[in-house]
């Protein structure tokens, strides 16, 4: 079992992605351990470190930034959840190309995610998953719609909601307030043909 | 990649098991490949096989299932999605003991759930998980306080909701109607000396 | 009191604005006894009925609906609602101008709501408000760029989820499946000077 | 039109509830100009002012308080509010009694509004409502047993969730957080006959 404390030992420099997300994403791609997963930008490391839980022991997450305080921010998060074996953290701009290819999974958390749709496409194995982790409602207009003209299937796109419940012995319900919105998840799916 | 076109195929007898609430079970409890997992009643045997699809290869997750009927469906499921080498369906009711022992995660999807924890808690390694996917308020009271009083430490309670989203040329907007609640997920930690 | 048996009675030709949204557009604007409102497109007159029940007795109602069709069973339905003394359809375009002056609300549901914001605004009082019922995202933001241009101030936008509890001697939980999006309310208000 | 300015300009002493509830307490019960309504406890007043907005002119709401100095606030706020000849703070425990008979709507938000049930049957019209602002699950099963054992028919129990949207010119999305849970509302019937 992956050690769940580690996520609140992590060091927290850009907005993290919440296990909430990556729990769907790599759910509702199939992801298992053996396979090869991309995502950019790494930001503080929380996503490649939850893919990399997974896809271990015998598979590998590849995880690109392009600024170099964020990707030395990352390296010391996968260290500090023993994950060093499994992820790699990347000092590259995605944009500028995805080494990898054949890959499981790319999963993008860009300002500007359509713009690294081709990439991803290129990087995919037949009927692997791109994900996109987009807040804003444009933005997912913006990467569904360059995803299907890049080749992408459309898949499906969601919010995911955590209603964290109270248990007492005063009574049982809702937490008062807390977390509403962190990013639509929007997944797109490479053909079998292309 | 576990296939997830496979998720649709699978025969539904009793109520299933969601992916929505399996993906929450396994990444908040950081299940990954070679864990040990038992999960009671099998049902249809959709959670044991999302959790055997993560535990695989080297790990392996047993089903219990009393009703003979379910446990031949549940393992029909199994052998529909791959799994046979890692889902082992027990035709058993969990109440009468579960024969594995320190394992890293137990489910219970019970009318009685409350009643399996002193078995959940002798199954589980130090640290270990138990997770009761619980439809009503009153089941959570109960199997928390059960949970209390048989060792464990209360974790957190959760209601996991997605929000479909359309997303279209006439415009981006959530889906109309559509799933509103399935259970709510409660979580317990065995403590590391007992 | 209005008799809440009537939503059920009346005939529903167009989509409806539930109860939920009503109480809402009504609630946030302060609406009360004596105040005159517009409300365009009519539908099936749901949204007007509502207003008309809490502007009676001394205030007043216009609705606006094009298509004659629709505007006729919104009459019968105004009628069946016993509003006919504070509800008035006029089948008419609100497009083409609202007739009304210093008005404390217009509400608009149109597929392009935006272009009656000038003829709204001509028609409110100081301080009066402008809501807008829009499913989509993109309309959402139409309407307050286009509310902003003609002198609106931006107030707030949300959208309106009730969720139905069961509660039974079995256990209390939220309904399984239901409604989970209607539309999104946008609210402008005229500034006291202009 | 009702000032909404003022709900911001009001003192809260106790928890207050809040416009997204008081809308379908009032809304769901078809309150409008002319009723009278009782409320319990007064609370900081605000259900009891926005109740006295809807019913305003010719209606009349009395707010029962045993708290002294929650009386004193609630009578401050009244004025505030401008409400004083609609809106009555009764230092009173409505436990011992609701000297009003005939009510269109009792409004419970007591500790133990289960207790305040038969007292409210009384006070109502026949086909009046009662609705209880409950925070927990338990409450809400007590106030519905209760309910039922002193003569009222179930109508249903709800949960009003506002997700406040953000528009902007960088895009459109919910609030990142805020509140989730006040409390359920649960609507009790009386009987045309009893």
Same mark, same amino acid.
């Given at each position: $079992?992956f050690?769940?404390?580690?996520?609140?030992?992590?060091?927290?420099?850009?907005?993290?992605?919440?296990?909430? %997300?990556?729990?769907?994403?790599?759910?509702?791609?199939?992801?298992?351990s053996g396979d090869?997963?991309?995502?950019?930008?790494?930001?503080?490391?929380?996503?490649?470190?939850?893919?990399g839980s997974i896809v271990a022991p015998g598979g590998r997450?590849?995880?690109?930034?392009?600024?170099?305080?964020?990707?030395?921010?990352?390296?010391?998060?996968?260290? #500090?959840?023993?994950l060093?074996d499994v992820?790699?953290?990347?000092?590259? %701009?995605?944009?500028?190309?995805?080494?990898?290819?054949?890959?499981?999974?790319?999963?993008?958390?860009?300002?500007?995610?359509?713009?690294?749709?081709?990439?991803?496409?290129?990087?995919?194995?037949?009927?692997?998953?791109?994900?996109?982790?987009?807040?804003?409602?444009?933005?997912?207009?913006?990467?569904?719609?360059?995803?299907?003209?890049?080749?992408?299937?459309?898949?499906?796109?969601?919010?995911?909601?955590?209603?964290? $419940?109270?248990?007492? #012995?005063?009574?049982?319900?809702?937490?008062?307030?807390?977390?509403?919105?962190?990013?639509?998840?929007?997944?797109?799916?490479?053909?079998?043909?292309?």
């Amino acid at each position: $079992m992956f050690d769940v404390s580690v996520w609140k030992k992590l060091s927290r420099g850009p907005q993290v992605i919440l296990l909430k %997300d990556a729990a769907v994403i790599s759910a509702f791609t199939g992801l298992q351990s053996g396979d090869h997963v991309v995502d950019a930008g790494a930001g503080s490391g929380f996503l490649a470190c939850y893919l990399g839980s997974i896809v271990a022991p015998g598979g590998r997450a590849y995880s690109y930034e392009k600024r170099p305080e964020f990707a030395k921010l990352a390296c010391r998060n996968v260290e #500090k959840a023993g994950l060093q074996d499994v992820v790699e953290i990347k000092e590259k %701009d995605v944009l500028e190309g995805i080494d990898e290819k054949g890959v499981d999974l790319v999963a993008l958390d860009l300002a500007d995610s359509p713009n690294a749709l081709s990439q991803a496409f290129a990087a995919l194995k037949p009927r692997g998953f791109c994900v996109g982790y987009l807040p804003h409602a444009e933005q997912v207009q913006s990467f569904v719609a360059e995803g299907l003209r890049v080749g992408f299937l459309q898949n499906q796109t969601l919010e995911v909601i955590h209603r964290e $419940m109270l248990v007492r #012995k005063q009574g049982f319900r809702p937490e008062n307030s807390g977390l509403l919105h962190t990013a639509y998840l929007s997944f797109l799916r490479k053909p079998l043909k292309t």
